[in-house]
């Protein structure tokens, strides 16, 4: 059984800077990309950052572009995103993805297995 487990999130104010992991299990993650989405109340889920397995393409959503940066550990079977200058616009659940297309792919489409959620609140 795939598992995605999300960690790191929780309440700070804005300027203020998180770092949200992702650890994978229940098969290999070989060649698979991983990335973020995010939901916040009332709106749609949208795509945040994407990794390819090598790290060699990353794709990362305009709003959140020059303050957060993704990246993973494949020996880990783990993906962070490093989220910095958070802003309350910020605030939503994010959301840890994995699938085989490409980050792109993965944004356009949605990806294959989800992790639970964890809250990032940034107060004003």
């Known amino acids: 059984q795939v598992q995605l487990v999300e960690s790191g999130g929780g309440l700070v104010q804005a300027g203020g800077s998180l770092k949200l992991s992702c650890a994978a299990s229940?098969?290999?993650?070989?060649?698979?990309?991983m990335g973020w989405f995010r939901q916040a109340p009332g709106k749609e889920r949208e795509f945040v950052s994407g990794?390819?397995?090598?790290?060699?393409?990353?794709y990362i959503a305009d709003s959140v572009k020059g303050r957060f940066t993704i990246s993973r550990d494949n020996a880990e079977n783990t993906v962070y995103l490093q989220m910095n200058s958070l802003k309350p616009e910020d605030t939503a659940v994010y959301y840890c993805?994995?699938?085989?297309?490409?980050?792109?792919?993965?944004?356009?489409?949605?990806?294959?297995?989800w992790g639970q959620g964890t809250q990032v609140t940034v107060s004003s």
């Open positions: 993805a994995a699938d085989t297309v490409t980050p792109q792919g993965m944004a356009v489409r949605g990806p294959k297995y």
């Open positions: 229940g098969r290999s993650f070989s060649g698979y990309a």
């Open positions: 990794i390819s397995w090598s790290g060699g393409r990353i």
